[in-house]
């Protein structure tokens, strides 16, 4: 099976911009969970879906956000972004019941 | 709040010795454990798991993982390091299910592990 892709893999943005990230789960996985991951703060959960809808939700304010769609594939959004939004975004899918399995990450840069 | 804490936030051994990273975690019942890799520009790759049953995990590449409930650690060992093994490490904990799904991974800081030839 393939692997979960993300695309874009490197983005650059400028303050005060929206980006969308996509996210591919394997196939078969109806879970996508989403993380930021930071030289300073490590890697945090941001949000997960489940069958399109939005099951946890990490502690990120309001400007990100994220969907489902009906094949699983996932989009996380980030609006306004601030320079404190670079980061390595990474995607993760998972069956129900099973283990996250990661893709290898979207690479944002914000100046 | 529960967390994981790997003390060790780099570590360097020669090529052909052991290794154990460490891992604790700080919550009132028995989570799922995870150890994950991660080579520099990479995603996560699963190295093992313990959800319950045996408590010494065996992964891929030569890992195992003991879980020790009374010491709330879950430290990654491997006999015989290779130059390969060099990538930083993340211990994780999901706390319980939610319908079936683990989607809320709490990780350690990392470990970075250096191998000297």
């Known amino acids: 099976k393939a692997g979960v892709t993300q695309t874009p893999r490197y983005l650059i943005k400028t303050r005060g911009q929206q980006v969308t990230l996509s996210c591919s789960p394997i196939?078969?996985?109806?879970?996508v969970s989403w993380y930021q991951q930071t030289p300073g703060q490590g890697l945090q959960f941001l949000f997960e879906?489940?069958?399109?809808?939005?099951?946890n939700k990490g502690n990120f304010p309001g400007r990100f956000s994220g969907r489902q769609f009906s094949n699983s594939r996932s989009e996380m959004n980030v609006s306004t972004l601030e320079l404190g939004d670079s980061a390595l975004y990474l995607c993760?899918?998972?069956?129900?019941?099973?283990?996250?399995?990661f893709g290898p990450g979207t690479r944002l840069t914000v100046l | 709040a529960q967390s994981v804490t790997q003390p060790d936030i780099h570590i360097t051994v020669s090529e052909g010795a052991s290794l154990e990273l460490r891992c604790n975690y700080s919550?009132?019942?028995?989570?799922?454990l995870f150890w994950y890799v991660q080579s520099p520009g990479q995603g996560l790759q699963l190295l093992l798991k313990?959800?319950?049953?045996?408590?010494l995990v065996q992964g891929i590449k030569g890992f195992e993982a003991e879980f020790k409930r009374s010491q709330s650690s879950f430290n990654l060992r491997k006999p015989s390091v290779h130059w390969s093994d060099a990538a930083e490490y993340f211990c994780?904990?999901?706390?319980?299910?939610?319908?079936?799904?683990?989607?809320?991974?709490?990780f350690g800081k990392g470990t970075k592990l250096s191998v000297k030839p």
């Open positions: 994780a904990v999901v706390l319980g299910k939610y319908g079936g799904s683990q989607g809320n991974l709490i």
């Open positions: 313990y959800f319950s049953g045996d408590t």
């Open positions: 993760a899918s998972s069956p129900q019941g099973g283990t996250q399995y």
């Open positions: 196939s078969g996985h109806r879970s």
């Open positions: 919550y009132g019942a028995t989570p799922y």
């Open positions: 879906y489940f069958s399109e809808t939005q099951r």
